[in-house]
T-cell receptor
Framework: SQTIHQWPATLVQPVGSPLSLECTVE??????LYWYRQAAGRGLQLLFY??????ISSEVPQNLSASRPQDRQFILSSKKLLLSDSGFYLC??????????FGNGTRLTVT | DQQVKQNSPSLSVQEGRISILNCDYT??????FLWYKKYPAEGPTFLIS?????DKNEDGRFTVFLNKSAKHLSLHIVPSQPGDSAVYFC???????????FGTGTRLKVLA
């Protein structure tokens, strides 16, 4: 079964600073990859998904972007963080006939 | 527009009793439903799923029931254990799409 690595586990960044969160997947090939965010007291909001290298679909217009430079690598970025970008960011993957599985997440606090 | 709703933010149950978590959806195109368990500061863990061709799926202590006419699903945990205390999310998806839509979660507390 696949393993999803996310780092860092926690991050504190000032407003206006850039962001790069990385996710890599082991144990599978050609997965669908996802970035979700959980804001405090809220559900899981889909931010981006990717069905292949270089293919990114954005679900919510915002201050973030995503890239998939390799089959099992998914990166979430921002050029300038806002206070509202604080939250718990989760990388996930699935394949046909298998459910969505999540990494352990990154807690981002923008100060 | 919340397509997947978990109307109970919290639930407390005595150890050994049944826990019933509920989820409602509005989109009739959803045909695949999942339940996840989440501990603080961790990613959600997949528990059990059901496709719309079934009305029940069982895995050990966990059973998911689907009522398509009511657009309602529920997760039963029997018997409940203190280690089941966590936030539970339901999710739904339409085949042919990549979007999993999640509810806002129900915090379950199992009392010893």
């Amino acid at each position: 079964s696949q393993t999803i690595h996310q780092w860092p586990a926690t991050l504190v960044q000032p407003v206006g600073s850039p962001l790069s969160l990385e996710c890599t997947v082991e144990g599978t090939s050609n997965p669908n990859l996802y970035w979700y965010r959980q804001a405090a007291g809220r559900g899981l909001q889909l931010l981006f998904y990717s069905v292949g290298i270089g293919q990114i679909s954005s679900e919510v217009p915002q201050n973030l972007s995503a890239s998939r430079p390799q089959d099992r690598q998914f990166i979430l970025s921002s050029k300038k963080l806002l206070l509202s970008d604080s939250g718990f960011y989760l990388c996930a993957c699935d394949q046909r006939y298998s459910p969505l599985h999540f990494g352990n997440g990154t807690r981002l606090t923008v100060t | 527009d919340q397509q997947v709703k978990q109307n109970s933010p919290s639930l407390s149950v005595q150890e050994g009793r049944i826990s019933i978590l509920n989820c409602d959806y509005t989109n009739s195109m959803f045909d695949y439903f999942l339940w996840y368990k989440k501990y603080p500061a961790e990613g959600p863990t997949f528990l059990i799923s059901i496709s719309s061709i079934k009305d029940k799926n069982e895995d050990g202590r966990f059973t998911v029931f689907l009522n398509k006419s009511a657009k309602h699903l529920s997760l039963h945990i029997v018997p409940s254990q203190p280690g089941d205390s966590a936030v539970y999310f339901c999710a739904a998806k339409s085949s042919g799409t990549y979007k999993y839509i999640f509810g806002t979660g129900t915090r379950l507390k199992v009392l010893a």
